[in-house]
């Protein structure tokens, strides 16, 4: 897995919920490449058409609170974004992100400095880049990124990859 990053920014503010990031209404569109059209229709309608592939989404405190709908974190992959970064993260949105094949990254402080547009460098583990400053994050257990490189939890678990982490097999 690449340990480097760099994207353009969608920046979001706190508390963004899971009804924001792919509205319950949309629910029951009957696959994900269509459901994810409509992801943040409500907050950034532009969001769906603009965003490419390499993009990441900076947001504030609580990012991926409410319901726990998997959807969410599968309609911003969709849209082409790896890696989301906020102050903090629903826990149940922490898990399904990793679990559906995102990297969420917990930063305090560079929300303060960067604007949609701009572009930032993540060095996984280590920190975030930007405008010549380090803004250091959470480190991430190996499990988790060895979920995303395999596509998602589902994926890693038909590698058998995710039941002989857990039993310590090699």
């Known amino acids: ?42 907050l950034r309608p532009e969001f769906a058409a603009e965003s490419k592939p390499g993009d990441i989404i900076v947001g504030g405190k609580n990012f991926g609170c409410g319901s726990s709908r998997e959807q969410a974190p599968a309609v911003i992959g969709v849209n082409g974004v790896k890696i989301v ?46 405008n010549g400053k380090e803004f250091p994050i959470k480190t991430i257990p190996e499990n988790l990124f060895k979920i995303v490189e395999d596509g998602g939890l589902v994926e890693s678990v038909k590698k058998g990859n995710h039941a002989k982490k857990n039993r310590g097999v090699k």
């Open 85 to 130: 970064i906020a102050k903090s993260f629903a826990r149940i949105f922490f898990r399904n992100g990793f679990n559906k094949g995102l990297i969420l990254i917990e930063c305090d402080g560079i929300q303060d400095v960067c604007q949609d547009g701009d572009t930032l460098e993540v060095e996984l583990n280590k920190c975030v880049r930007f």
């Open 1 to 42: 897995m690449d340990k480097i990053y760099k994207g353009r920014i969608w920046k979001m503010g706190d508390d963004i919920d899971t009804d924001t990031i792919i509205p319950g209404r949309r629910g029951t569109i009957p696959t994900l490449e269509e459901m994810g059209k409509y992801a943040f229709e409500l």
